[in-house]
């Protein structure tokens, strides 16, 4: 199986700086990758699908890039709503596979 | 406005069964691939088993395979997950997630249903 290893575990910005959270993963996924957020006791949301494409109502401070193993997310200008936990998802290969996440905190 | 409600979660002994439901509403449930996906307390996203719209492939992942068994009834808008010989490292909260049309990615998602196995 594919695995996504996402880093850092943890990100500790302020309101208003920029985040860049990575995802690797362990053989090319081509650009079959999304991202998702999710806040405490609520179901994930999609952010972006194959690696860069914005889902529907998803604010523009929010953009992905790259292919193959390498991916990142950035957010630009954090605002209070951003602070949550990221997670990463490749569906080239069975079985799907998410990374494990990285907290995004003051 | 795309709703999906999962039900049928709770308290079970290791080794027994229990079965989820997911009930859709608001798109045309039998155009799309749907999937369950878990997350035990405290712990990040797994993905557990996908569908196809038509419902003639089936997917599982390493972890379920052989325990669990994945199905949909397009004429319910219903999708479920038959969950056998049950485990403790089974224990989390069920999501029922929509595939995205092309791709799956998974674009809306239930609330979720909790399944805890304990004696």
């Known amino acids: 199986e594919i695995v996504m290893t996402q880093s850092p575990a943890t990100l500790s910005v302020s309101p208003g700086e920029r985040a860049t959270l990575s995802c690797r993963a362990s053989?090319?996924?081509?650009?079959?990758l999304a991202w998702y957020q999710q806040k405490p006791g609520q179901a994930p949301r999609l952010l972006i699908y194959?690696?860069?494409t914005g889902a529907t109502g998803i604010p523009a401070r929010f953009s992905g890039r790259g292919s193959g193993t390498e991916f990142t997310l950035t957010i630009t200008s954090l605002q209070s709503e951003d602070f949550a936990v990221y997670y990463c998802?490749?569906?080239?290969?069975?079985?799907?596979?998410f990374g494990g996440g990285t907290k995004v905190e003051i | 406005e795309v709703q999906l409600l999962e039900s049928g979660g709770g308290l079970v002994q290791p080794g027994g069964s229990l079965r989820l439901s997911c009930a859709a509403s608001?798109?045309?449930?039998?155009?799309?691939?749907m999937s369950w996906v878990r997350q035990a307390p405290g712990k990040g996203l797994e993905w557990v088993s996908g569908?196809?719209?038509?419902?003639?492939?089936?997917y599982y992942a390493d972890s379920v395979k052989g325990r669990f068994t994945i199905s949909r009834d397009n004429s319910k808008n219903t999708m479920s997950l038959q969950m056998d010989s049950l485990r403790a490292e089974d224990t989390a909260v069920y999501f029922c997630?929509?595939?995205?049309?092309?791709?799956?990615?998974?674009?809306?998602w239930g609330q979720g249903t909790l399944v805890t196995v304990s004696s």
């Open positions: 997630a929509k595939a995205y049309r092309t791709n799956w990615s998974f674009d809306y």
């Open positions: 608001g798109f045309t449930f039998s155009s799309y691939a």
């Open positions: 569908i196809s719209g038509s419902g003639g492939d089936t």
């Open positions: 053989q090319s996924v081509s650009s079959n």
């Open positions: 194959g690696a860069s």
């Open positions: 998802q490749q569906y080239n290969n069975w079985p799907l596979t």
